[in-house]
């Protein structure tokens, strides 16, 4: 659908003067500017002077730029589900590069069993389509099914022998009937016949002979524990518990009280189950984890235990009073050794990637095989549980495979890659990716490189190419787009120097304000689009200017639909298709060395 043009905005006058403009600031060589220029009708709208520009895949010289790939960025849900998205990657992409689907926990079922359904539906898209796939990424620090290997590298505990029972404290049957107990207040408790005939003798608490009820007060019992059975091994006191009336049943709750410490407090009888006027049997059980036992009470064998009602007119009565208890023997735990861990995660990643490439090698030969392996902590090399905010929903291969983790991982893929790829599958590149390279300020960048030596000084691994993601904000404050473009430029350099392939794998751009805060998308006016386009014609044009042919492995595009992407819901080009358009121009230009 076109663009509603509104006088108000004056679009076309802005059209008019803004796209030659972006066009010609879009190279520096003369040749390309005069030859890309183009003035823009007053008459015609900005939808009908974007689509006047031809395929992206146009400018593009295969033969000058070997290894060059122009993909876009995606996930197969999204790819298989939308036929506009997949008509714009047949038409303007030579690739797509997939993130999803290939990690380690995303190849896993849920009974952690390896499961390729969705790589296996990739690879089924792209030979259907003939799609080249850069997939990734092979070993990371997320996706990865943490839990599941956390558990297999965990030190084995073998528990200790249990064995538990219960110390009778008093069921009263042994007493003469009227023997009465201490009480912690007033009131008495007397052993006595059970009222309901149901439990033989009984202790009745909260009268005398003079009929005074037992206010606050609650009866001692004597408690000797078996033989190599302490007070810290003690669960509950439990007892059997009836009131004759609502009297003791609320109040202040039950008590406990263990010689002559303090009571420990527990909800009433009520919410233990008790009614008025019925047995409540092995129903009231004041546990001893509530009372908090020092080290010495702990070791107590004999002690007093007073236990009941704490109300101001309790009429109880109880019976069948014990003590359960519990020990467990010390366990034994086998350690499992940094060596023996390492050995059980290669045994992992050689399962997980001989499964990957069984299934994918035969139509993908670019992978991502380690991605951000860097900490973002210039004072860090590589992440680690030790430096990362979220390692606890993370696993960190290098602290387990060493730092020359990457080592392992290329021989693993290298090994099962000639195994299962068939005669005119392609040569197998392997890219190690990462964020944040141009970032002013930053020596992520310089760390990779130092990582990168470190893994290749054993004269056996090598790593074909670099990735960087290039996730970059434009910002507002000219002085600081000076820095972040100076920094673009700079990063292309020194990753041109490794003599490497060089893609840009994931590149988007944001509008940032002078104060950093980043501009909503929706918000973003038609000059910031401009200027956004720009920005991308920069950094397509620095690509091409800066990395040799030879070396250049492509360029993925993060957001190619949406409201700042190359086109919009609807798949109608946007102001950044131009930037984007012209800037692939520069692959026909740039195709020598460049002089440095």
Excluded at 9 to 22: E, G, M, Q, R, T
Excluded at 420 to 437: C, I, R, T
Excluded at 549 to 558: C, D, F, K, N, S
Aim: glycine letters at 8%.
């Amino acid at each position: 659908s076109e663009m509603c043009i509104r006088d108000s905005y004056n679009i076309k006058s802005l059209l008019i003067v803004a796209f030659p403009l972006l066009w010609a600031a879009c190279a520096d060589l003369e040749d390309y500017s005069s030859a890309y220029d183009v003035e823009k009708p007053g008459d015609v709208s900005k939808t009908d002077y974007l689509n006047s520009f031809g395929l992206l895949t146009d400018h593009i010289d295969v033969t000058a730029n070997p290894n060059f790939v122009l993909a876009l960025a995606t996930d197969y849900a999204t790819l298989s589900d939308n036929a506009n998205l997949s008509s714009i990657l047949s038409s303007n992409f030579q690739g797509v590069s997939i993130n999803t689907g290939f990690a380690h926990a995303e190849c896993m079922d849920e009974n952690n069993a390896l499961d390729y359904t969705v790589a296996t539906n990739i690879v089924n898209y792209a030979m259907n389509n003939g799609t080249l796939v850069h997939a990734g990424s092979l070993c990371q620090h997320t996706k990865q099914n943490y839990q599941y290997l956390n558990a297999l590298i965990a030190d084995v505990i073998i528990p200790g022998n249990e064995r538990s029972g219960k110390v009778l404290v008093h069921d009263f049957e042994d007493l003469e009937i009227g023997t009465s107990f201490k009480m912690t207040g007033g009131g008495e408790a007397i052993v006595a016949n059970d009222p309901d005939g149901q439990s033989g003798k009984v202790l009745h608490i909260g009268t005398t002979s003079t009929g005074s009820k037992a206010a606050y007060s609650i009866p001692v019992f004597n408690v000797t524990l078996p033989e190599g059975v302490t007070l810290g091994d003690c669960i509950a006191f439990v007892m059997d518990f009836k009131t004759t009336s609502t009297n003791g049943l609320f109040g202040n709750g039950m008590r406990m009280r263990i010689n002559d410490g303090p009571d420990i407090k527990y909800g009433n009888a009520s919410s233990f189950g008790c009614s008025s006027g019925k047995w409540n049997r092995g129903g009231v059980a004041l546990d001893f984890a509530t009372a908090n036992l020092s080290e010495e009470q702990k070791k107590l064998t004999t002690f007093t235990i007073a236990a009941g009602t704490h109300s101001g007119e309790a009429i109880a009565d109880v019976d069948n009073i014990y003590i359960t208890w519990k020990q467990v023997e010390e366990g034994e735990t086998i350690i499992k050794t940094p060596a023996e861990k390492k050995e059980i995660l290669l045994k992992q990643l050689k399962a997980y990637i001989a499964g990957m490439m069984e299934v994918a090698a035969t139509k993908i030969t670019r992978w991502d095989i380690a991605s951000c392996p860097m900490s973002d902590i210039d004072g860090c090399m590589l992440r680690s549980a030790s430096n990362e905010a979220n390692a606890a929903s993370s696993f960190y291969w290098p602290d387990y495979l060493g730092e020359n983790y990457v080592q392992d991982i290329v021989a693993i893929v290298r090994a099962a890659y000639a195994e299962y790829a068939e005669e005119g599958s392609g040569k197998l590149q392997l890219f190690v990716d990462e964020y944040g390279l141009e970032q002013p300020g930053s020596r992520k960048l310089e760390r990779l490189l130092q990582m990168m030596t470190k893994w290749e000084a054993d004269g056996i691994t090598k790593i074909d190419g670099i990735g960087t993601q290039m996730h970059l904000e434009y910002s507002l404050d000219a002085n600081q787009q000076k820095r972040n473009e100076e920094a673009v430029a700079a990063t292309l350099t020194k990753l041109a120097a490794t003599g490497k392939l060089i893609r840009i794998s994931d590149l988007n751009i944001t509008v940032v304000q002078a104060n950093g805060i980043e501009v909503s998308e929706s918000k973003v006016n038609f000059e910031q689009q401009i200027a956004l386009s720009r920005y991308y014609n920069y950094v397509l044009n620095k690509y091409f200017e800066l990395i040799p042919a030879v070396q250049r492995a492509g360029i993925t595009l993060h957001a190619v639909v949406g409201t700042l992407g190359l086109w919009d819901k609807d798949f109608n080009r946007q102001v950044i298709y131009g930037g984007v358009y012209n800037g692939l121009a520069l692959s026909l230009i740039h195709i020598s060395e460049p002089t440095r």
